[in-house]
């Protein structure tokens, strides 16, 4: 896999002592964020979560976190937190659905999906199912900003497509600011890639401000 930097170090003829010294601040920098920006929320995002939880076990009773097995940092797989947005028996009924599939597999989305509730469907339009990751990122497995894990594994990427496992995974990105929802994998990577040659802790910062945006102005989920 290739050897990433910040942009602020991505300049050509630079020493690698010197890119290398540059990365190593970087990810000590962002991880700080993380972690700092992460417990100043988590005293909101609780109650938060608390209130989401409820109407979701009213509307259909059943388990109110929903974990999955995604793709993170250089292929290593591990559970993500989400709010459950679906009925409890979705992942049964997605076999039945596949051909309703407007993404090419092993994306999957379809519009107005039948197993979206509908508490589940306010989740999504403002994000709130996606508050739990904020465990992920204090546990070191996911960063405020960065690629949105897969949740099919490394094992099915294609040799360029392996570039966005030099990073850990992300709550946010440039894909989710981009203003494009509906967009295959080849073209979410892209943007991945762009990221990544890109990134700096002013980068991340930006990001996150659009993303804040983006929540507040919804125009449909990610």
């Known amino acids: 896999m ?9 300049l050509e003829g630079e020493a690698m002592e010197t890119l290398g010294s540059c990365s190593r601040t970087y990810r000590i920098t962002k991880r700080i964020m993380d972690v700092v920006l992460c417990l100043i929320l988590l005293p909101f995002v609780i109650p938060v979560i608390a209130v989401c939880s409820l109407a979701l076990w009213i509307e259909n009773p059943g388990s109110i976190f929903f974990f999955q097995q995604r793709t993170g940092w250089r ?10 947005t679906m009925v409890v028996n979705a992942e049964q009924l997605k076999s039945e659905l596949k051909h ?34 904020i465990f992920n990122v204090l546990s070191g497995e996911m960063s405020l900003v ?14 360029w497509h392996t570039e966005r496992l ?22 979410r990577l892209r943007l991945d890639i762009e990221y990544i040659r890109r990134r700096s802790f ?3 910062l930006t990001l996150l401000f659009k ?4 929540v507040l102005h919804p125009k449909g989920a990610y």
């Open 166 to 187: 030099e990073v850990l995974p992300g709550i946010t990105g440039l894909w989710q600011v981009s203003g494009r929802s509906d967009v295959d994998f080849d073209d």
């Open 100 to 133: 309703l599939n407007e993404l090419s597999w092993p994306d999957f989305k379809i519009s107005n999906d039948p197993r979206v509730t509908k508490v589940g469907r306010f989740l999504r339009k403002t994000s709130l199912d996606e508050l739990p990751q």
């Open 211 to 214: 993303t804040i945006s983006a």
């Open 146 to 159: 960065g690629p949105r894990p897969t949740s099919f594994a490394a094992q099915t990427y294609k040799t």
């Open 202 to 204: 002013w980068f991340d």
């Open 2 to 10: 290739a050897d990433l930097t910040s942009e602020s170090c991505w």
């Open 75 to 84: 292929g290593k797989r591990f559970k993500m937190f989400k709010l459950r």
